[in-house]
């Protein structure tokens, strides 16, 4: 089965993809394109999954470089392959022709950033945490200081939770509220004391109040397509042991 991958019109003309589940070698409830070397999928698989993602964007599976993601806003910037000790962070930029930033997810956002006037180009894993936490705004900033410009930067969120199938509990709504009252419109009523909370909407938000005026989300569901996609949230609603790991990368 040959891989299914979302671009995204604002990031042309440069190789990215938000990759789905579809055409990997994993089999059982990894079924598919399993890429988390977290996982307790074979690492084997694992490999040979992650080798079809970087030939699709033509680089060397070592220059796909990713994180030891920790729900952080730390960024880091990358030149050249990572140590096989990856670092702890939640996004990277890179200024680096042929290297490509990959992150994992399994319903919080992924996030790929551009200024290809520039030449920069941005990398992130954003849950609500790190979302709360301003790692959006630590990645722009960082893409920055490498040149890029706030205004020509574009933004594209792949597949995450929407909000129909993110139920949260109050103390949540009242951490974001307490942190700004307008984000209290990114929650709505559910079910008793639960509330709905919209991810890419938020996340929208915060990419254009840190000056990124051209962003959208691809508007894929994480939880609600079982066949494209890994979800967290489903796997552990199912009783799962574990769950598979989507990657999206963008490269110079």
């Known amino acids: 089965m040959t891989l299914d991958i979302i671009t995204s019109p604002l990031l042309a003309p440069l190789r990215h993809g938000f990759f789905t589940r579809r055409g990997g070698a994993s089999s059982g409830i990894f079924a598919g394109l399993n890429c988390g070397r977290g996982s307790s999928d074979l690492s084997d698989a694992v490999a040979l999954n992650r080798a079809r993602v970087a030939a699709a964007l033509g680089v060397e599976p070592e220059r796909m470089v990713g ?4 729900h952080s806003a730390r ?9 096989l000790q990856r670092p ?3 996004a990277m930029v890179s200024t680096t022709p042929g290297l490509a930033l990959a992150v994992l997810t399994a319903d919080c956002q992924p996030v790929l950033l551009a200024d290809a006037a520039a030449g920069v180009i941005g990398a992130a894993h954003a849950g609500w945490r790190g979302l709360r936490d301003g790692v959006l705004e630590a990645t722009i900033d960082a893409m920055a200081a490498l040149g ?3 205004g020509r930067i574009r933004a594209a969120i792949g597949p995450t939770i929407s909000q129909h199938a993110y139920e949260v509990g109050p103390e949540l709504f ?3 509220r307490d942190d700004d009252p307008q984000s209290a419109r990114f929650f709505a009523p559910g079910k008793g004391d639960r509330l709905l909370f919209d991810l890419p909407g938020y996340g929208l938000h915060r990419l254009r109040a840190a000056g990124i005026a051209t962003a959208e989300w691809t508007r894929h569901c994480t939880y609600s397509d079982a066949e494209r996609f890994y979800s967290y949230r489903r796997a552990t609603h199912l009783g799962e042991a ?5 990657i999206s ?3 110079l």
């Open 67 to 70: 994180v030891r993601q920790v």
């Open 75 to 83: 960024v880091i910037t990358v030149t050249a392959p990572l140590p």
């Open 88 to 90: 702890e962070a939640d």
């Open 148 to 150: 890029a410009a706030r």
């Open 174 to 176: 009242e951490a974001f």
């Open 242 to 246: 574990d769950y598979g790991r989507l």
């Open 249 to 251: 990368a963008i490269r």
